[in-house]
Each structure stands twice: as structure tokens, then as C-alpha cells.
């Protein structure tokens, strides 16, 4: 799933007299990702390094003159373009240090927008639609402009576009309520006009993005209703100019967004990718009104992705003559957001804010549940269960075929007889006794003339469950588990598989259907915990389950405190602090002579809440892929007791991995701390109410507090580290060091 990361300020804002601009006009990417071009609102064009957070150049004009539009790198001749009270292009380079005295060239009409692309020409826009190479405008500053749109027409928003070698500007206008589309091409030069269609009667687009993608320029709108729609015009289908004349423009929904009550005064959306959305100015679903939040919503699957709410005002922008962002424009106001090499800028409240994004590529998995993470190297071979392009568009299956044995291949060597065919086998299962059942489909499954076992697996499971619930003198438990260590069978292929293993007790199958389903519903899932958490540990220890989770936990519950340090976030130390500061709000706390003397005296050995085996068994639902949506519901219906143990169980977890050498061991199946973490935030969001009543409880929710306190503090602190070594693996080597030398590193 995509995911927003821990921001941090660029610069500070100095926002305008009313409220309603950030003073921020415009943010440009420079040499590469780690430089940007900051132009303000009146005066000045600030340079950038992202990762240090501060300024290396500042370049302002006169008192009295006005930037009125944003400042672009050339990288081609390393040298800044802007443009000063609409007429006035002035050149620099960062070596310069007044502006006044760089170059300066006066055209004959005013100018919307430069623009460049990393790599391309700079591109000049008119407010009148006319478009000009900065090259080519230079040579004649007072060659006359044509004026491309209607009287009553103007610019609400442009960009610029690389695609199939060609530049393209891009610019949308607004006359009478109604939007157009314009596509100029530069060499040849050809312009291509669109009329978008209505929206209700009175809405205008708030913001526009575009993007190019399979040779097509897609551009995303948002309107005040909270429809996001996209347009797509080929780049091959662009003809020669066709005067005034407005071709329709057809769109389609990609997201129909909450606005709550009324209609978005102030909002943008930028596309990432291909699959998702950054949205900022929308109100949060789930949070309440008066809340601004960033947010990534996926666009494949209408699913909110990510989300961060924003301190302070997401400011907006009244109307001005010459607009002055380079991604939104809107009739009466403008939300600010860029996007450059996976970071979001953002202006906020006092702060100009940087805040990194992951975009993982859009699946069904990923935008509804947590994609299992393999381990074992049983686990990581490819599964034979069919792909869905199989499914939907024919593709001819490869075979699948389990792995022999020697055992295997002896007995197939040694057959007699023939073995029956599938259909046979099908029809013996539903009269057949145990015994003979077992022997026809373990001799099929071993044989290697089966070339799609798939069905054959699917069909095998389905016949024996079917009869098993049936008749409950019938059960094939070593069957069952031998269809499911083939990996050619899912909870879709045969839905009651886990259910009857529920009802037969038969805990060995639920473990290894917990480990190799990769669909199992949520509802499926929360009725295997309550069926672990609720038995008894004298029944759990008679169950045989799989060595490499057994052995884990026996090293798991057998091993020592290992170091007092600081391991994975969490120390002794920190947490009786941070269980102080729960207790007393920050406040001065009077302690007791025995609290004092429980505190200063070496931490009680933890032990395990439940029996090793049904730790084992819960062990299996914490690697369970879910969706927290689909979740939380069903761990509703767990009651208050096994809540606790539950919660108690996932506390003795944590405390081993932060205290001891081995957790995760290679070869040793067992859930990751994230894991752990991940299933004591959900609990908590299920069952708060009724934990807070509970007063056995108290003492529990202070300690998870703590853990979830130390994991936040531990996960801003990698942040940090991994800021400092992605800066020293950029540092270039030097080559020839002399005898002798100092080199002093500095980390942030």
C-alpha cells in the first residue's frame, strides 16, 4: 500500500496580509532531486538542498518590481529564468549575486508562465495562449505576440510535457463557465483545442495535473463536489490546427472523494502514478470537520491509501491578474502542493513541508489486505495456484507437479496395477471407507502422468469435505494436509476446508492452511483465534503441529533476558519512564519507598501467558494476511477475558523481542515484530471500551502504551539514520589521498 512517511520543514512561510496565500508562488526541481527552486509571492527565488533542509542561494529584485511568475532552471545552460511585472525576463546563474545586474530582456505582451523539463528548452506561455521558445523569443524581444484565445477567455493552468521526443504545452482556460483543453506542439509547431464537459451548473475545475503515460497525456481535474475525473488525448492523434473550432473532450470518473456538507472551497489533486492520487484540501473520512489532511487514495480500487493531517492552515489564494502556481489555479482560490522525486511539498500553516511517499505497484492485495510476508524456504517457492490472466484470458496453465520422493518413487515404481483415473477416484470418495480413500488419492497425487493439478487438487478437497460433513464417521486428516502441502489449493477453491478442521479439531490442517491460503476471509480467520485462544492448553499440548514453529517457541520461552540495553526501540529504563509519564500526565509523581524499590530492582523473568502449543497456533494468526477494514468487526466478537490473554500474549512477544538475541531466527517460522504490533493496534481499536472498564486491564494498557511509544521514537530515529547514510553513499570517493589526511563527516 502506498504510504506517507515522516515530514519535515523546508523553510518557513511568511504568509500575506490576508491569510489567504502561503507567500510561496511556485516550487521548480533544479539539477536533481535534491535541489529545488523556492519562488516567493513578491520578490525573491531561493535555492534549496532538500536533505539539509537549507538555503545555498537567494536571488531577490529591487523594491518596487514584482516576480510574477516562477523561477525554472535551464539545465542545459545552468542558468535560472523568471520573469519580473509580467514583461521583464531576467537570466542568471547561481554565481550571480544581484539580480539587476544579470540579463534582462523586456518582450511586447505579458507572460503567463516559463517552463522547462529537465533536459528540454525553456518554453515562454503568454497570457494570450500565444507559446514561444525562450531561444527564439530572445533573438527578437519585440517581435509581435499573437493572441490565441477569445476576448473573454483566459488561463486558469499550464505545464509542461516530454513525450515521443516531442515538448508539448499544456494549458487549460475558462470563458463563460465553460473549460477548454489547449495541446501545443513544438516542432512543428501544431495547437489542438478541447472543450471539457459540464460539470453541475456553476462548478469549475479547482485543480488540474497532467501526466504522460503509453503514449497518451492524461489530465486529472478536480471539481468543488469532489469528483475527480481523467481525460486521455492521443499524442500520435494530434492533427494540424483547427482554428476555433472545440473538440469534445470525453472523461471518466477515477474517484468520487467526501466533500461532507456543502462544496471544497480549496483543494487539489496531483497524480503519483498510474494507480494513485495525492489529495490534499479533502476532508479525511474518518476524521472530523475542521481537520486538514494529506491523503493518497487509489484510484484502481477507491480506496484510501494513506494519510497525514497537516498542522496549521492548507491556505487557498484569491484571484489575481497573473496566476502563480505551476500545478493548481482556481476562480477564487488555490491550494498549493508539488510533487518531485517522491516527496510531496506542501505549505502549511508557518512551514513549507516536505513529505516523502511510497508508491508500491497498485494490486488487489495491496489496496485491500496485507500481502503475506514468506520466510521459510518452503514458503518462497512458487505456488501452483493459476494466475488471473490464466483465469480471465485463457492462457494455457503450466503444470504443476509436488516434489517426489524417494518414498514416492519407489512405490510408483513398484505398482502393479494401474492407478484410477480422477473421476474414478472422485466417485470412490463419496462411499469408499477411510482406509481405501486414503490409499487411491495418495497413489494419484504421486503419480506424474497428472499434467494440471490444480483442478484435480480442488476437486479432490472439495468431494472429501463435502462427504466429511456429511457423514461424521468420515475423516482424512492426513489426506487433507497432503492436498495442502501441494500449494495448488486456496480457501476459493475449496471454502470449508478451514471450517471443518475448526469443527474436527483438527489443528494440525488449520496451521497448515494459515500457511499456505493465501485468501483466507477475515471472519475465517478471527474463528481460528477464538478456537486457539479458548482451548485449553492441556488439549493444545496433545496437538502435533510444525517443528520449525515449535522450535521457535521453545527457544522463544527457554531463552534468557539477554542484554539490558536498548533493543529494538525498548529498554527497561524507558519503559518504566514512559509508564511514569502514562500514570502521571507529565506531572510530578510521589512515589512510594516500595515503588521505588520495585523500580530499581531487576525486571521479573516473563512467562508466557498460554501453553507453548497454542502459542504456536496464535503464532499462525499473527502471519495471517488481512484487511483492517474487514478485521475489526469479527475481533468484536471476542469476549473480554480472552481479549486480555490475547493482549497479554502479544505484550510477552514484544518484551522476548526486545530483550533477547534470537527472535525471527533464519529457518524458524515466526511472526515479525510489525506483526505483533500491528495485531495490539487492532485489538485496542476493537475492544477499548471495554478494556478501560476492565480493571485487571490497567496495568496492561499502560505497558502497551509504552511499547507503541518506543516503536514510534525507534522508527523516527531510523529515519534520521537512513536520511544520514543515503548522504554518505552519495559522497563521491576520492581516488588519490595523500599519506596523511583528516576527513570529518558531520551527520544530521
Known amino acids: 500500500m502506498a504510504t506517507l512517511y515522516e515530514g519535515y520543514t523546508l523553510c518557513g512561510l511568511v504568509p500575506a496580509q490576508n491569510l489567504s496565500h502561503s507567500g510561496i508562488q511556485g516550487i521548480e526541481a533544479e539539477r536533481d532531486s535534491d535541489h529545488v527552486v523556492v519562488t516567493d509571492s513578491t520578490r525573491s527565488v531561493t535555492l534549496y538542498k532538500v536533505s539539509d533542509q537549507k538555503p545555498l542561494s537567494s536571488w531577490t529584485v529591487k523594491q518596487g518590481q514584482t516576480l510574477t511568475c516562477s523561477a525554472v532552471y535551464n539545465s542545459q545552460t545552468k542558468e535560472y529564468v523568471a520573469v519580473s511585472d509580467s514583461k521583464v525576463i531576467r537570466i542568471w546563474k547561481e554565481e550571480d549575486v544581484l539580480l539587476d545586474k544579470a540579463f534582462k530582456a523586456t518582450v511586447s505582451s505579458d507572460v503567463w508562465r516559463v517552463h522547462c523539463v529537465l533536459g528540454g528548452n525553456p518554453v515562454v506561455l503568454f497570457q494570450r495562449g500565444a507559446v514561444r521558445l525562450l531561444d527564439s523569443l530572445l533573438s527578437a524581444p519585440q517581435q509581435p505576440i499573437e493572441e490565441v484565445l477569445a476576448q473573454e477567455e483566459a488561463i486558469r493552468w499550464s505545464t509542461n510535457i516530454v513525450a515521443e521526443s516531442q515538448q508539448f504545452v499544456i494549458f487549460t482556460t475558462e470563458q463563460k463557465g465553460d473549460n477548454f483543453l489547449y495541446l501545443q506542439r513544438l516542432n512543428p509547431n501544431t495547437l489542438q483545442r478541447y472543450r471539457l464537459e459540464r460539470e453541475e451548473p456553476g462548478l469549475s475545475p479547482l485543480s488540474f495535473s497532467a501526466s504522460y503515460r503509453d503514449k497518451h497525456i492524461r489530465l486529472l481535474y478536480l471539481y468543488p463536489n469532489g469528483h475527480v475525473y481523467q481525460s486521455v488525448v492521443s499524442v500520435r492523434g494530434l492533427g494540424a490546427d483547427e482554428g476555433a473550432q472545440a473538440l469534445p473532450l470525453p472523461r471518466s470518473l477515477l474517484l468520487g472523494l467526501p466533500v461532507g456538507e456543502g462544496l471544497l472551497e480549496a483543494a487539489s489533486a496531483l497524480v503519483l502514478d498510474e494507480a494513485h492520487v495525492a489529495v490534499v484540501g479533502v476532508p479525511h473520512p474518518s476524521a472530523g470537520a475542521g481537520k486538514d489532511f494529506l491523503c493518497i487514495w487509489n484510484t484502481n480500487f477507491q480506496t484510501l491509501q494513506a494519510g497525514k493531517e497537516m498542522a496549521g492552515k492548507i491556505y487557498g489564494q484569491a484571484k489575481v491578474p497573473c496566476p502563480s502556481s505551476c500545478w ?39 489496496a485491500l489486505g496485507k500481502l503475506k510476508q514468506a520466510k521459510t524456504e518452503e514458503s518462497k517457492a512458487p505456488a501452483s495456484v493459476p494466475s488471473w490472466n490464466s483465469i480471465l484470458h485463457g492462457e494455457k496453465a503450466q503444470p504443476s507437479r509436488t516434489m517426489e520422493t524417494r518414498k514416492t518413487r519407489t512405490n510408483r515404481k513398484t505398482q502393479s496395477a494401474p492407478s484410477l483415473t480422477i473421476d474414478r477416484v472422485l466417485e470412490l470418495i463419496e462411499t469408499a471407507p477411510v482406509e481405501e480413500v486414503q490409499k487411491e488419492v495418495e497413489g494419484l497425487l504421486s503419480r506424474s502422468d497428472i499434467l494440471d493439478l490444480q483442478p484435480s487438487v480442488g476437486q479432490l478437497a472439495s468431494t472429501l469435505v463435502s462427504r466429511s460433513l456429511a457423514d461424521p464417521a468420515f475423516y482424512t486428516p492426513s489426506t487433507l494436509a497432503q492436498l495442502v502441502h501441494t500449494q495448488s489449493l486456496c480457501h476459493s477453491v475449496c471454502p470449508d476446508l478451514v471450517l471443518l478442521a475448526l469443527e474436527r479439531k483438527d489443528y494440525f490442517l488449520c496451521q497448515l492452511c494459515l500457511q499456505f491460503f493465501p485468501d483466507i476471509p477475515e471472519v475465517v480467520t478471527c474463528a481460528c483465534l477464538k478456537a486457539f485462544i479458548s482451548m485449553p492448553d492441556v488439549d493444545a499440548e496433545k496437538v502435533s503441529l510444525g517443528p520449525d514453529s515449535v522450535s521457535f517457541m521453545e527457544t522463544l520461552i527457554a531463552g534468557g533476558h539477554g542484554q539490558v540495553g536498548l533493543q529494538n526501540g525498548f529498554s527497561p529504563a524507558t519503559f518504566n519512564e514512559d509508564r511514569t509519564d502514562a500514570l502521571s500526565g507529565g506531572g510530578t509523581v510521589i512515589k512510594t519507598r516500595a515503588e521505588d524499590k520495585e523500580k530499581t530492582s531487576t525486571p521479573p523473568e516473563q512467562i508466557c501467558p498460554v501453553g507453548l502449543h497454542k502459542a504456536v497456533l496464535l503464532n499462525e494468526v499473527l502471519q495471517t494476511a488481512y484487511s483492517d477494514t474487514f478485521l475489526l468487526p469479527h475481533l468484536k466478537d471476542l469476549s473480554s477475558q480472552h481479549v486480555v490473554l490475547f493482549l497479554q500474549y502479544l505484550q510477552f512477544l514484544y518484551l522476548k523481542y526486545s530483550q533477547d538475541a534470537f527472535p525471527q531466527m533464519n529457518g524458524l517460522r515466526s511472526p515479525s515484530l510489525t506483526q505483533i504490533m500491528d495485531w495490539v493496534c487492532l485489538m485496542l481499536d476493537a475492544h477499548f471500551t471495554v478494556l478501560v472498564m476492565t480493571p485487571e486491564a490497567k496495568s496492561l494498557l499502560l505497558n502497551l502504551h509504552s511499547f507503541v511509544k518506543s516503536q514510534v521514537r525507534l522508527v523516527s530515529e531510523l529515519g534520521k539514520i537512513e536520511g544520514s547514510l543515503q548522504e554518505l553513499n552519495k559522497m563521491k570517493v576520492k581516488k588519490e589521498v595523500g599519506k596523511y589526511s583528516i576527513e570529518v563527516i558531520e551527520l544530521f
Do not use: R
Open 328 to 366: 493548481v489555479l482556481m476562480e477564487d482560490c488555490m491550494t498549493l502542493l508539488w510533487g518531485y522525486s517522491n516527496k510531496l511539498f506542501i505549505p502549511h500553516g508557518k512551514n513549507l513541508s516536505i513529505i516523502p511517499y511510497e508508491c508500491p505497484k497498485s494490486s488487489l492485495a495491496s
